[in-house]
């Protein structure tokens, strides 16, 4: 690692410069098996247009395996060499996968993971999503990024309030907020809350 859990924070000032790209997995046409010589490729292609770090898009979305998911984390890991760094998307269906999963990209070499919530998470309060989002953030010592989505359909206020986002945001590896929610109010109050402690990125494209 590049850095201290206690150092996650400092580090992420310095080390998010400029853009960030995601990736996808590719499959062969004939077995539909992960094809890693086209994910190797496309890893090769995205460290050429000099993005600072690239994250994996696995799991839920992806339609991928947790076996498959730890090949494909691997691979790009592997194919970065260090040129750009590696942040997996932990949005799986279990709290138990998400937490095996972000300590898979911490042994093999990511540099940060980003959480976001599963279809079937189904908090009944503000604390449900606090304990979590936090027990993953404990079990890894990997720089995390907090992304409450539109996609979360379950009853918290604007899916995650900014109250609750700015006790996350104390956590020593919580560094920084991907902005997917657009609803000024909030934005405005997770800037004004916790702006000073993380980075807040708004990756739309009228920024």
Known sequence: MQYRKNEAKEWARTAYRGLDTTILPCFTPDTLALDEAGIRHDMRMLVQQGFFAVTLVSGGEAGTTLEEDRRFVEWCVDEARGKVGITLN?????LADNIAMARHAEAVGCHSVMISYPTNFRPRSEEDVYAWTRAICDATRLGVILFPSV????PAPYRVSAQTLARLADLENVIALKIG???WTWIDECFRRFGDRVLISYPFDDA
Not at 90 to 94: G, I, V
């Open 90 to 94: 932990l949005r799986y269906y279990t």
């Open 151 to 154: 996609k979360n359909d379950f």
């Open 181 to 183: 929610v657009i609803e």
